[in-house]
């Protein structure tokens, strides 16, 4: 079912769009002085907006488009779609953020606009070499947005482990990709994975383990995890939203596809290990946040085990595990984007307080606030009524109907190690009194809460509440947009 | 099913969730607005069930009122309530404290008050459809619903600790949820549907040797509600710490949750592993009695005695469950709702004079009874009741289980009879250290007895204690033919074998 010759550039309508946005958006920066910063913001969160709505407006094509090295199907929209939310809650916060702590680059914006285009591309692609060039698209910017705060040591420094070890990865995913050429003398998925199903095996686990670490690298998976905390806590927070959330969505589309188009055949050999690298990095990730002090760090752990959960699904694969990790994607960007955003709802004095015990007392002063972030709390620890829960549900759910109940077991145990560090958030924010100012200091209680990040709070709070009492309204696209139906 | 042109049972359900929502318009300024539309709402909701009661078909063993609606079509889950004699009771035990709890609050709780309110309002809704659900994932949707709001009432409105208390607590439940969550799963893996009447229905679908996991699953999820011995050690903590009304739904209602889920779910779903692991159970059941009976005799803090009295007075329930006998097991039912009804009063008891004298220690009492007369007979009443004195409620519930046990074994009737010898020994001397002897303390020489507003709350408790003990006839007819039901599939030898 190829499309005609004729049909354009009609599929990659969200892509332009995102494109002419980062263009209109450096021009606007260059040509409207100091002001343009702001500027350049809004019409880059415009141009999310026109790219959702082309997005809205793309159909679902079966085939591959472009000569065989894009496919625009359901599965790459539903991702694309991921990957704007996630930019458009960056924005946001950005605005937010940049507000208080000053010195807003515009370059950020046009950067994370670029980088949604790659990850756009990368959703789609269905080629080898695309799919290596749209990868560098969408990482070289977010190493640089990574540093981008750089009247901040820890950003720069964030900036540069993100880059080395993130060319490092690319590298050795580059050659993985050479490999597979060289095992089958294609780089389209389509000829490769009846070609590889039927290879030597040894190169072509070489081959698939090159790949996969790689991609492992961007989703941040334990053992390739190690960049991720630090980069994370070091990056401005709501780039740390962009960062922990938009990559990592595309690499696990992309680890979907090449699972299904490439090592379709293989699934003996790489169920096994997803499900130890599942297990690992719940666990590594929710002990690991068990100790921290500052929310921050502690959100950046949390953000590694999360993507531990969606690890289940891919290791349990199947129809109800791909549909399980859709699902989830969508809630953890929800989860993550507000849990962030909690650090930027009080300013002090043109400051943000990472620590969770800055939080003390917050339920009495910004009680709208405190229960949208208590629900988001609720959502990432698995409670329900929650889109956390469902999706934990959906995705123990897969675990099981295959036989491993053990996986799902340990799902389960770190939902509970998990509860123990969330809920010091909650507590500090419910049952903690504020702490009396110091002699002579600055009140620590004292410092306005922002409106803006209250709405975001309360509408992350809501549409997370909805997706647990209605899971319907995500399951069914995530079902629809399942690979291989 | 619709009653009055409602479906009723979402109407029960959510009616304190509606009131929550009202309470959350109101200015938190407005403390007396607060508390009247909290009163009003637990007030309606207990009259809600109170119609449930009138128009409920005791003759009918099988779900009533029942509502069923497509939910998550990705897994089939339903949105499914209804009703059966067991829940009702339960149901109504659960209004019934919530509004005298809630009464009890007038002057108990000061700080943050809408909070308090909305908190125990969103806890109602959540106990309410614990008992109604029979989609086995909407019924793990409220047993956790029914964990975040008791967090906060432990954590916010607690005692020094409550800190320590609210995390245990919910740690410890959470981590048996889940155990029961994944035992969900795997039991849907074998039945492909969520659904209680459809599993039911099918039998015995499941193979047992799955079944014996299921069963552990789901035992680490109740057993540590209930509390079972070893699984109790959160108990003493939560309900020292917690403010009185939550002490109250703490043991009057949570602690049924586990119980109920014993009887609702692992005895009728998993038959074969309930047979197997029964004897095992009845251990635990028993050390569970002599247990906290024994700990509870060593206790200074009158608080921490009930509550370890609790863990003693649910190990009789869990024996009457799992000897597996008709007659033990409705005297388990019949003895969640005694226990539910006489422990909650004793915490509000000690709550009335720890609201006046801020300690809860025994020996900061003593020869209360010279000055509150009043309070001196509701306590009276109320201590008589949980040891089981005959006339009132906690005889029935206990000499039916008692009975029930004996032709199964004469061992662990004896074993469990020495708990209500223990039962007796550490009441009475609670009450005798302080309500008789002289007044020590000068703080002790002018307490004021109870006010008519805290007797309301006693009064409905008093009322009930009395009239299952002298008549429970109405309340047995109403569990019959349920528990029948779910003993019958459990242990069908029973009816076949001569008697």
């Known amino acids: 079912m190829t499309v005609p010759a004729g049909f354009g550039l009609r599929p990659l309508a969200p892509e332009l769009v995102l494109l002419g946005a980062a263009v209109a958006a450096l021009f606007v920066h260059l040509f409207a002085g100091r002001k343009g910063r702001r500027a350049a913001g809004c019409v880059a969160l415009a141009g999310i907006a026109g790219a959702a709505a082309a997005l809205a407006l793309t159909p679902a094509s079966a085939g591959a488009l472009f000569g065989g090295h894009l496919a625009v199907d359901a599965f790459a929209l539903y991702f694309k779609a991921a990957v704007l939310l ?11 953020f940049f507000d208080v702590e000053g010195g807003e680059p515009a370059e950020a914006y046009v950067l994370a606009l670029l980088s949604m285009v790659g990850m756009s591309a990368a959703v789609s692609s269905v080629d080898l070499v695309t799919t290596y060039v749209a990868f560098e698209l969408f990482a070289i910017p977010s190493y640089v947005l990574a540093g981008i705060f750089k009247k901040e040591r820890r950003s720069a420094e964030a900036g540069i482990k993100y880059f080395f070890l993130g060319t490092l990865s690319s590298a050795i995913m580059l050659l993985g990709l050479a490999l597979v050429y060289g095992l089958t003398g ?38 390739f995890h190690m960049w991720a905390p630090d980069v994370y806590e070091g990056a401005p927070t709501p780039l740390a939203v962009f960062l922990s959330t938009a990559p990592k969505a595309a690499a696990l589309a992309v680890v979907v596809r090449v699972l299904t188009a490439l090592f379709g055949g293989w699934e003996g050999a790489w169920g096994p290990v997803l499900q130890v690298v599942a297990a690992a990095t719940m666990f590594w990730g929710n002990l690991a946040a068990m100790t921290q002090k500052s929310l921050k760090r502690m959100l950046a752990y949390s953000a590694v085990a999360q993507a531990g959960y969606l690890a289940i699904g891919l290791a349990a694969w199947g129809e109800s595990g791909r549909m399980a990790v859709l699902f989830y994607v969508v809630a953890y960007i929800l989860m993550n984007a507000g849990a962030f955003g909690l650090i930027l709802l009080v300013d002090r004095g043109g400051r943000f307080d990472e620590s969770v015990d800055g939080l003390a007392g917050l339920a009495r002063r910004a009680p709208v606030a405190a229960a ?29 109907e295959r036989g491993m109940v053990p996986l799902a077991a340990a799902g389960a145990l770190n939902s509970v190690l998990s509860l123990f560090y969330y809920f010091r958030i909650g507590k500090a924010m419910f049952l903690a009194e504020a702490p009396p100012a110091p002699a002579g200091g600055v009140d620590p209680a004292a410092g306005r809460v922002s409106g803006l990040v209250t709405a975001f709070l309360a509408l992350a709070a809501a549409a997370l509440l909805l997706g647990g009492v209605l899971p319907d309204l995500l399951s069914g696209p995530a079902a629809a947009a399942v690979l291989g139906r | 099913m619709n009653v009055l042109g409602i479906p009723i049972l979402t109407f029960v359900t959510f009616l304190p969730a509606a009131g ?119 019924f793990y949707v409220f047993w956790e619903v029914v964990l975040v709001p008791m967090y906060f009432l432990i954590g916010v409105w607690g005692g020094e600790r409550r800190l320590y208390a609210a995390i245990k607590f919910f740690l410890y439940t959470l981590f048996g949820s889940v155990a029961m969550l994944v035992g969900i799963l795997v039991l849907r893996g074998a039945h492909r549907t969520f659904d209680w009447t459809a599993m039911i229905a099918a039998g015995g679908a499941v193979p047992a040797a799955l079944q014996g996991w299921i069963f552990l699953l789901f035992f680490l999820g109740f057993a540590i509600k209930v509390p079972m011995f070893p699984f109790h050690t959160w108990l003493p903590d939560a309900h020292v710490e917690a403010p009185t009304a939550g002490s109250v739904l703490l043991a009057g209602v949570l602690l049924k949750m586990g119980s109920y889920g014993f009887l609702r779910f692992s005895l009728p779903l998993l038959p074969d592993a309930a047979r197997r692991y029964a004897p095992a159970m009845v251990v635990l059941a028993l050390v569970s009695i002599v247990y906290g009976a024994l700990v509870s005799l060593m206790q200074k803090d009158m608080k921490k005695l009930i509550a370890y009295s609790s863990v003693s007075h649910m190990g009789f329930v869990m024996l009457g469950l799992f000897v597996l006998t008709p007659l033990a097991a409705k005297g388990a039912v019949l003895q969640m709702v005694n226990h539910g009804l006489s422990t909650g009063a004793l915490f509000l008891v000690v709550g009335v004079v720890y609201e006046r004298r801020h300690t809860r220690l025994i020996a900061d009492f003593g020869g209360l009874a010279s000055r509150m007369p009043v309070y001196a007979a509701v306590f009276l009443v ?86 299952i003990g002298v008549f429970p006839k109405p309340f047995l007819d109403i569990i019959d033919k349920p528990v029948e039901r779910i003993v019958r599939i459990v242990n069908p030898a029973h009816y076949e074998a001569p008697r």
Do not use: C
């Open chain 2, 382 to 467: 109320m201590a008589l009741s949980s040891i089981g004195l005959p006339g009132l409620n906690g005889f029935i519930g206990e000499f039916m289980i008692l009975m029930g046990t004996f032709p199964v074994s004469w061992l662990w009737t004896a074993v469990a009879a020495t708990g209500i010898v223990l039962g007796a020994g550490y009441m009475l001397w609670l009450y005798q250290r302080v309500m008789f002897g002289p007044v020590v303390h000068p703080a002790n020489e002018s307490l004021k007895d109870l006010t008519v507003r805290e007797f309301a709350a006693f009064l409905p408790l008093l009322v009930l204690v009395f009239w």
């Open chain 2, 20 to 138: 929550m929502a009202v309470l959350l318009l109101l200015p938190a300024s407005r403390t007396r607005a607060l508390k009247l539309a909290a009163n009003a709402f637990t007030g309606l909701e207990f009259l809600a069930t109170l119609l449930l009661l009138a128009r409920f078909d005791a003759g009918s063993g099988g779900m009533q009122f029942v509502e069923r609606w497509p939910w998550i079509k990705a897994i089939g889950a339903q949105y499914l309530l209804g009703l059966d004699g067991i829940s009702l009771l339960l149901v109504l035990l659960t209004s019934l404290l919530t509004f005298v709890a809630t009464l009890s609050s007038w002057g108990a709780v000061r700080t943050r008050l809408k909070e308090y309110y909305v908190f125990m309002l969103l806890l109602e809704t959540g106990m309410i459809g614990v008992f109604l659900a029979l989609d086995l994932i909407l």
């Open chain 1, 372 to 400: 949208g972030a208590l629900v988001l709390l609720l959502s990432l620890t698995g409670i329900p009524p929650t889109a956390g829960f469902m999706g934990k549900y959906f995705l123990f759910t897969a675990a099981v």
């Open chain 1, 186 to 223: 294609s780089t389209s998925y389509a000829e490769i994975g009846p070609a590889l199903a039927g290879a030597r095996p040894w190169p072509a686990l070489a081959a698939m383990g090159l790949v996969l670490a790689g991609l492992f690298f961007k989703a941040a998976f334990v053992p």
């Open chain 1, 86 to 96: 996630a930019g458009a809650l960056t924005l946001v916060l950005a605005f937010r």
